[in-house]
């Protein structure tokens, strides 16, 4: 197999800062070894070039990490972004269900699908975690459009039966149709499957007892949903459930709170909730964008991090006003202040990279351009714009990290790479074949 050889200053995060030292792995200059898409070798130029003499190299200006990983992604909702003057559950009503229900037509899935993608790589994310529709179509067209482009991606069609006119599906149409988009892309290639009732209010109960028999009959399928986002939303969830100590345990005695369980948002969380998260291997995807867009709050970091409850970042487009991971990484450090919790960028990368990784289960193959793993990693330019290249100049690895977060965007990402090959180059204006 031919040898890709790529030489640059290479970071990222070999764990989560939050559990102990030495998480930082950093090469100023550095030697990256890919063969058939995957890392062979990474080290220190000087030292990893001898062993592959010969190889051609080719330089990155830029600081190259793990390509972002993206834990809760709506794609139907991206034409939706920038929808003004609601809170979540009227939000959802005037924008969102009106704009899914189109997405019964799969032309219309499969136009958004492609969009999708390409704005996703344009940002410097190779992976996600993502919701379609009720429809099954939608989640088909997202799967095949993944899977042309070789990307390590994860979604699942929306559980709905109590959702509104035109966006519902039944207790075994929905059974069905989730088994049958299994069956046919779970593990397929790098493509996984997620269980995804929408949240709790939007399925009977014998929904949510389908989608805990779905996610224990199907090992390595996850469990994706929201969580204690909204207090109107957490209200009406407590006026339902009355059993229920608390949101997460209405989940919970359906058997939906385990190791593999992705729950979004989780901003007004009880210590209970928390214990229980981290007890049960699961965890939170923290959406900073969208919790600020919906006015919906401000995560508690520190109370997750007493807990030891598994953290990712998610864009939560379309709620979400940016599928940047980097700028979203700049927001949960404004997230964590009123909090008292002052986000380390180190922190905020791994959140994006390795954090997600581990917490939609793929840390095995992305997240830490470790030697065995996946290709896929990003070139950013901490020089992007004036204003960055004024405020990064001369500065630390971390003062320029935090810049990138606070300052960086799209523009900051001067190329993406799949698998080792460049899908995205800014200073070509387009993708690569």
């Known amino acids: 197999m031919t040898l890709l050889g790529y030489r640059g200053e290479i970071l990222s995060l070999s764990h989560d800062p939050a559990e102990g030292p030495d998480a930082v792995r950093h090469e100023a200059d550095a030697l990256l070894v890919i063969e058939a898409g995957r890392i062979v070798a990474r080290g220190p130029y000087a030292e990893v070039a001898e062993r592959f003499p010969g190889l051609a190299v080719e330089h990155l200006p830029g600081l190259i990490v793990p390509g972002f990983v993206d834990a809760h992604v709506h794609y139907p909702q991206l034409g939706r972004i920038a929808s003004h003057g609601e809170q979540l559950l009227d939000w959802l009503e005037r924008h969102i269900f009106p704009a899914e229900q189109a997405f019964a037509d799969p032309v219309h899935a499969a136009g958004v699908a492609d969009a999708f993608l390409d704005e996703l790589l344009r940002h410097g994310t190779t992976s996600a975690l993502v919701l379609g529709t009720v429809h099954a179509c939608s989640v088909e067209a997202f799967f095949a459009a993944a899977e042309a482009r070789e990307l390590r991606m994860i979604c699942g069609k929306v559980l709905m039966d109590l959702g509104p006119e035109g966006l519902r599906d039944s207790v075994a149409e929905g059974r069905a149709e989730t088994e049958a988009l299994i069956a046919r892309w779970h593990g397929r290639g790098r493509l996984g499957y997620a269980v995804t009732p929408r949240y709790a209010l939007t399925s009977s109960d014998a929904q949510l007892a389908v989608a805990g028999e779905l996610l224990a009959a199907h090992a390595g399928v996850l469990l994706h949903t929201h969580l204690a986002e909204n207090t109107r939303e957490i209200a009406e969830v407590a006026a339902r459930f009355t059993d229920a100590v608390d949101y997460l345990d209405a989940y919970d005695r359906f058997g939906l709170v385990t190791d593999r369980s992705v729950f979004a948002h989780g901003v007004h969380?009880?210590?209970?909730?928390?214990?229980?998260?981290?007890?049960?291997?699961?965890?939170?995807?923290?959406?900073?964008?969208?919790?600020?867009?919906?006015?919906?709050?401000?995560?508690?970091?520190?109370?997750?991090?007493?807990?030891?409850?598994?953290?990712?970042?998610?864009?939560?487009?379309?709620?979400?006003?940016?599928?940047?991971?980097?700028?979203?990484?700049?927001?949960?450090?404004?997230?964590?202040?009123?909090?008292?919790?002052?986000?380390?960028?180190?922190?905020?990368?791994?959140?994006?990279?390795?954090?997600?990784?581990?917490?939609?289960?793929?840390a095995g193959e992305v997240g830490i351009l470790a030697e065995g793993q996946e290709a896929d990693f990003v070139v950013l330019d901490d020089a992007a714009t004036p204003l960055m290249a004024r405020r990064t100049a001369g500065a630390t690895l971390a003062e320029r990290l935090f810049a990138l977060q606070v300052l960086g965007d799209d523009r900051a990402v001067r190329r993406t790479y799949v698998l080792g090959r460049c899908v995205w180059d800014r200073d070509a204006g387009h993708g690569h074949a």
């Open 269 to 362: 969380l009880p210590d209970r909730s928390c214990a229980r998260l981290a007890e049960a291997g699961a965890g939170i995807a923290v959406c900073p964008s969208s919790n600020f867009f919906l006015g919906s709050g401000m995560f508690d970091f520190a109370q997750a991090e007493r807990h030891g409850v598994r953290l990712g970042l998610g864009s939560d487009i379309g709620a979400g006003t940016s599928l940047s991971l980097l700028h979203n990484g700049g927001l949960a450090y404004q997230a964590g202040l009123p909090h008292g919790y002052v986000l380390d960028p180190f922190r905020a990368l791994w959140l994006a990279t390795g954090g997600s990784a581990r917490l939609l289960h793929i």
